[in-house]
């Protein structure tokens, strides 16, 4: 998932009129991934989970990198897992993902931090 993530960020960070020279069918894919993290979209959490079968959710990897992705598509959506990490995790930051979103990372890289939000 998180290639999929990279590249929806990647690609929505275009300006809007390079993303409008895109082809047809880049659009199409772009859409389609889109929807497909929406799919993972629980409303209750206000989280994306890992995989359509999964009840995991990763606040910073997934989410973090979500939220970026998903807001190109869905601004609600993309607000509500901001606001949802921001309750829960401080800004979601682990101090290992956010190099993605153009943020400097202090190395060496340490072990994630775990935050239970949910037993279900």
Known sequence: MAFLV???V???SLTSPVIGQLSTNVQQRIMA???FLISLYNPALQLVKT??????YYTASDNLLAKKAVVYCNTAIGQNITQSISTC???G???MHESFLGQQ????IHNGTVYRI???
């Open 51 to 56: 995989t359509p079968s999964s009840n995991v």
């Open 118 to 120: 949910a037993n279900s």
């Open 6 to 8: 990279i590249t929806i």
């Open 93 to 95: 930051n682990d101090y």
């Open 89 to 91: 995790c401080g800004a």
């Open 33 to 35: 991934a889109c929807e």
């Open 10 to 12: 990647v690609l929505s």
């Open 105 to 108: 990372i202090p190395l060496p």
